[in-house]
């Protein structure tokens, strides 16, 4: 036993020769310590210099710090607690716990956490205990995220250089699913690069242990074992099967995100940037076909294809890449196939003709170093972008001679359907044939992100069900919301759908919020009620019909967290 439990402290993921049998949570944190001397532990936040902010995420504001004790460079993630009731949000328990465990040079590292005691008035006075102490999660510092280089109109990816991003996020997220670890928020936002070409796994709120088959080489992601909720990844980000709520989900989810990543370096911007889940799913079928019994065996008994009509369609993955060479564009089908089982898993991606084949991948230390560009750099990349001249008219995005009516990049798939061509923005469709160019053949704002929609007009997320053709309850299970709502900033300015987030995790956190408004004004009205009745003891305490919606929104709020325990 004593021994078990040196080896467990001594031992790391990477270290350890992992059997693919499934491990309980408990058995595999005990396996998977990681050395003691990798991580600090707890210090003060005062041994941290505060140097600027970097990002805001759901729940946590990021920070550039310095270590006063060895001077490198780190972030410094804030955890937001959005309701000091509920406590430490379970989301950021989970990220540390999984962190803690996790080393592997593609996996950001969780190097301490800190603490910041609420401060005392005078030496005299006691710390006021209903204040709590505010937590910090302490990683290295890396010098951009992939969204925010890709939105920087002076950053071209080369093709050796999407190569070498895709060879050390392949192994990044090999690493994990070998280790039982789902990320299932896969996204461009999500990677962390750093100047010296080394690209890391970020943002471990959604991970989880995996309970199924670990994945084996020539076999894909395989078959699910157990239930999970299908309340998680980015919308643009999310797989067909968790689109139409598969639950027995496999590690492929992830490889689907790897998939949207991969297109996005290809072609600077997101691939599949739906505005509901339906028109997600929309989006889908047309750049990968329609699903058939062949194509995604046993779709229709999924509980969110029961009412969809899609059209058939081919798809148009070949068309729209063609130009990226016949091996991204192979690659790139194995990744985003509909069939979760046999989509490509890491180990064999990493096999693929694509990396072995001219120009070779470059090596990391080979890369360019670019300016820092992190989410709070967008909107200055942004003002330099409105700088540059307008697009030219009428272009043929997507729709050039090879492609059909289809083309994902097409008036049929954005400006049409949901308004974004209003006068606030150009049209999707109004750039110049250049945009076909690959990543490393653009210039200039031909590198652009797409532009969300405007908000405002009483655009509904949800217009796309329209039709009765897509499915009308959202991943989430409330029938009037829709898992992803596309945000922007406090000026009123687009923002990039991925890059603060408005999804689930917001869903819950403003549905919290109301419901504690509501119980706050309604225990007021209690109060004033029972005064009132007690006075005129006209009526039981008992019967109190706001005390009977309390008791409702209390086994509400209990069902919500089992949802996210899930
Ligand atoms: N170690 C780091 N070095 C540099 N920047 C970082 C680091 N960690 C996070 N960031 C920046 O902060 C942003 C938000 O971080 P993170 O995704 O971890 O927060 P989050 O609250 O989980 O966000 P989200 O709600 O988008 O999932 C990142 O997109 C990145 O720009």
Redesign the pocket.
Known sequence: MADTIQQATTMSIDESNEPSAPLSPRSFAIRHQRPRDSYIGCSRITDYEILGK?????????H?ARSRKTGAL??V?KI?MHNEKDGFPI?ALR?IKLLKLLSHKNV?RLEDMAVEHPARSCKFTFTDKRKKPIFYMV???????L??LLDNPSVHFTEPQIKCYMLQLLEGVKYLHENHILHR?MKA??L?I?NKGIL?I??F??ARHYEGDVPRAGRGGGEGRRDYTSLVV?RWYRPPELLMHLKRYTTAIDMWGVGCVFGEMLVGKPILAGESDGHQLELIFELCGTPTEESMPGWRSLPGAETLQPRPRPGNLMTRFREYGPGAVSLLKELLKLDWRTRVNAIDALQHPYFKNAPLPAKPHELPSFEES???DRRKFQDRRAALPPAPKGGTVGRGPHDGPNASFGSDSYGSRNGANGSRYPPRNSRGPEDRVPAWGRRGDHALPPRPPPGDGGDHPDRYRDGGRLPTRPAGGRADVDTYIPSYDRDGGPRRD????R?D?DDRRDWDRDRDRDRDRDRDRRREYDDRSRHSRTRSRSRSPIRDRERDWDRERDRDRDVYRR
């Not at 970097?54 to 990021?62: A, R």
């Not at 990683?139 to 995220?145: E, F, I, V």
């Not at 991925?498 to 987030?501: G, M």
């Open positions: 970097l990002g805001e995420g759901t729940f946590g504001e990021v550039r780190v972030a993630k937001i989301t990220e950001l990683t290295p510092y890396m010098d951009h995220d969204s925010g928020d936002a999500n962390l750093n890391q970020a943002d709120g959604l980015t992190h989410e709070l991925d890059w603060r987030r999804d995790r």
